[in-house]
């Protein structure tokens, strides 16, 4: 690898000349062989319906993607893992394991068309992975979509221009294409800044003969998109918590937080970290102001991010609840009241499909007025059984007690 590719700032990043060279580290030999690991690893893409499993690793949908780029004349800079991922490759017990692998392409995309085309590559890719027996030849584009693709993102503003194609997997490691440009904000925290540069190993894969040893392998070079490498790095090696200019990530970076601290991170400043919360929080709501918005946001956070962690999704809504509770001070009394029924809603029906209770249908959470608060006989919150309760609507029952 070149100097020049060593020196170069991540897709969309400011240059920082005095400090750039902070930001990148070489992975030692043992973060290679995590690497090699993730990348080689066969991931099931599964289709919906009667459509069969692709089978593909990582390093082939990568290598199959940039090369029909390249025939259509889209320049690809770089490619990089990002994310948990390569969180996981540089600290292999950092509490946060990984599930979706995310892919990051660094082109050169400066119209609609460049768009369009990249969507229409990784469709036609996906004809090679499957299985012989099938009848590629009737096949759409659209049929593939419909089939594979968990969800397609586009974002083309003055500061950010990047699409996103992410594959699905029924166990949560969905393979997450991004095709960026330009991208002012790449990271929420710290722990998650890293990104590992691929095209070195991918070079290697494809030219050397012999197997990587510890005495035989290239120079892999990672990057903290956050600042600096090391100061990250013990971040993610003594779990944590820190950012800046939160009301920078769309949504805040508040229900990220809120996983974090469920997972065993803690703020490296507490009294920081109490200011950011506010910040977070109106962020949040801001991006997320209608009640219906919020609710399918959560509800998919906990869909995507929670697979084989069931357990812990009750604690995760209530740290979240938590956190709503004390730090938000954009909404008005009765908006915040509807925002934290409704965490209090989703932990119910968690606890009712975990069948620590009976039936959600037949369940409410009340708030425990203030003036019984210090009563000892009265707890946060208690079960009581109504016929229906309607999720997330209004309350039009004079039994629900203000919350003070």
């Avoid at 800044?193 to 070079?221: G, R, V, W």
């Amino acid at each position: 690898m070149s100097e020049d590719d060593t020196s170069r700032p991540a897709a969309g990043s400011p240059a920082a000349p005095d400090t750039e060279s902070s930001n990148v580290s070489v992975l030692s030999w043992e973060q290679v062989q995590r690497l090699d690991a993730v990348l080689t690893e066969t991931i099931p893409i599964h289709g919906r319906g009667n459509f069969p499993t692709l089978e593909m690793k990582p390093r082939q949908i990568v290598k199959v993607v940039r090369s029909r780029m390249e025939e259509k004349h889209i320049h690809v800079r770089d490619v990089r893992l990002n994310g948990s991922a390569a969180s996981h490759v540089l600290h292999g017990d950092s509490g946060l394991g990984y599930k979706d692998l995310d892919l990051i392409f660094c082109a050169n995309m400066k119209g609609e068309s460049d768009f369009q085309t990249v969507k229409d590559i990784v469709l036609d890719c996906l004809l090679d992975f499957l299985p012989d027996c099938v009848n590629k030849e009737k096949i759409t584009p659209l049929t593939l979509k419909e089939a594979y693709v968990q969800k397609m993102v586009k974002v083309c503003n003055d500061s950010d221009r990047w699409s996103l194609i992410s594959l699905s997997n029924n166990r949560g490691k969905n393979v997450e294409l991004k095709f960026v440009d330009s991208l002012r904000r790449q990271f929420e925290f710290s722990v998650d800044s890293f990104q590992i540069k691929l095209d070195s190993l991918l070079l290697f894969y494809e030219c050397s003969e012999n197997p990587m040893a510890e005495t035989f392998h290239p120079t892999i070079m990672g990057e903290s998109v956050y600042g600096d490498f090391g100061e990250a790095l013990d971040h993610l090696r003594h779990k944590y918590i820190c950012t800046r200019n939160p009301e920078e990530i769309r949504g805040g970076g508040l229900l990220k937080y809120c996983h974090l601290l469920v997972r065993g991170f803690r703020a490296a400043s507490e009294s920081e970290m109490k200011s950011l919360q506010r910040y977070m929080c109106s962020r949040f709501f801001i991006d997320f102001s209608d009640i219906g918005e919020q609710q399918r946001k959560l509800e998919s956070y906990l869909q995507n991010h929670f697979v084989g962690l069931e357990d812990r999704k009750y604690d995760y809504l209530m740290t979240l609840h938590g956190v709503v509770n004390e730090s938000t001070v954009c909404l008005m009394g009765h908006e915040r009241r509807q925002t934290l029924g409704l965490i209090a809603m989703l932990a119910v029906r968690v606890l009712a499909e975990q069948n620590i209770i009976p039936n959600v249908a037949n369940v409410t959470c009340y708030y425990q007025p203030a003036p019984y608060v210090a009563d000892g006989n009265f707890s946060n919150y208690y079960i009581a059984q109504v016929q229906p309760v309607f999720a997330c609507q209004q309350p039009a029952y004079s039994t629900w007690l203000p919350c003070n």
